[in-house]
């Protein structure tokens, strides 16, 4: 259905134009949207008009003009006024309308696609028959980027006309919505499917956005796919990099599929795995014992790549007061830093922990 907002933005531009009054109705005589308020009677002729097998009609000052979506009558054009001009501006404006009509029925039908495409609903049949009737090109390259950004912050609500009037008109690029949370961008990539090619749209988009008042916009996409069969594909790896991210890249606004590392295989444990992995790790400890100071060193040591020299000058602190702190730790879980095993089983079960508080969180919400 097109909105009434761009129906007025129609009217008042021919009314502009030809100066007579246009109004557009229903088939029921409802007023949708008029240039001026001057059709209150033309309603009641408009029933028996819609129910005649004539195009056009002319009643007092008014003349009536049907508009059709294929065999449906959708829209009753009335124009006020018995000039040279009206019958022309009439037909013009009701040929207008229907081309309004068609462009905005088959972008709702490649959109309705698209959603079912992402959720996986269709038939393999179904999606090259669809894709071949609204001339959607079926093997080209393309990524599915998946745009969040933060809720109750002014524009975000805005968020899907922003990128509707961002992609504008292209053929070949898609945005949609599949839930109330993000908006889905389905991209083309047949000039340049490289993975910074993709990273540089993506950052594109997070500009735009901001730009536009939109505030904590994060984007994740997944990975390329070659056939339409295959978008849901990467849409479920955008969503799984966006929820990763949100737990072991907190920093990070644009995040792919293939650079979520081993927090990728974290996020698919089940939690009472999780949960043994840690007893086994910390034993009777709790890794929520651990102090700030004990957890800002961890941190840097990881950083520095076990090296106790550089992570020592980086924390402003002598060696032998490091070296303290590793064996403090030692002591306390079982585990060294210094040895490069015991370095790994601590630097992923902290990233399990962090996991599990996230879905705790989540779980809750």
Do not use: W
Not at 102 to 118: C, Q, V
Not at 193 to 222: F, H, M, Q, W
Not at 285 to 291: E, I, V
């Amino acid at each position: 259905m097109i909105s009434n907002q761009i129906l007025q933005n129609t009217i008042d531009g021919i009314r502009d134009i030809s100066h007579l009054e246009i109004a557009v109705m229903d088939a029921d005589g409802r007023e949708v949207v008029s240039t001026a308020a001057v059709f209150e009677d033309a309603a009641q002729a408009i029933p028996d008009f819609a129910a005649s097998p004539a195009d056009s009609q002319t009643a007092g000052p008014f003349q009536f003009f049907k508009v059709f979506d294929e065999n449906t009558l959708e829209y009753i054009i009335v124009v006020y006024g018995n000039t040279d001009n009206t019958l022309l501006i009439g037909r013009m404006a009701a040929f207008q309308l229907r081309g309004l009509v068609g462009a905005f029925k088959e972008h709702y039908d490649k959109d309705s696609f698209m959603k079912n495409l992402l959720l996986d609903n269709l038939l393999l049949i179904d999606i090259y028959e669809r894709a071949k009737k609204l001339r959607i090109k079926a093997d080209s390259p393309r990524v599915v980027l998946l745009v969040e950004s933060e809720k109750n912050t002014g524009r975000d609500e805005d968020v899907l006309a922003i990128m509707q009037e961002y992609i504008g008109t292209s053929p070949v690029d898609f945005v949609t919505a599949v839930d109330e949370n993000d908006v889905v961008v389905v991209k083309d990539l047949s000039e340049d499917s490289r993975n910074s090619a993709i990273t540089k749209d993506a950052e594109a988009i997070e500009t735009y956005l901001t730009d536009a008042g939109v505030n904590g916009v994060r984007i994740a996409y997944g990975t390329v796919v070659g056939e339409l069969k295959e978008i849901s594909k990467s849409y479920k790896e955008a969503r799984m990099a966006l929820d990763v991210s949100r737990i072991f890249f907190e920093e990070r606004t644009i995040i792919a599929y293939n650079q979520l590392g081993i927090g990728r295989l974290i996020y698919q444990l089940p939690i009472p795995l999780c949960r043994m992995f840690i007893r086994e790790v910390f034993k009777d400890k709790s890794p929520d014992d651990f102090d700030e100071e004990t957890l800002t060193t961890i941190g840097k040591f990881f950083e520095n790549n076990l090296n106790v020299s550089e992570t020592s000058r980086q924390l402003f602190i002598h060696r032998n007061t490091l070296v303290y702190r590793l064996d403090k730790l030692l002591k306390s879980t079982g585990l060294d830093l210094r040895v490069f095993d015991d370095a790994i089983t601590f630097k992923i079960a902290l990233m399990v922990v962090k996991y599990m508080k996230f879905m705790d969180q989540d779980s809750r919400a």
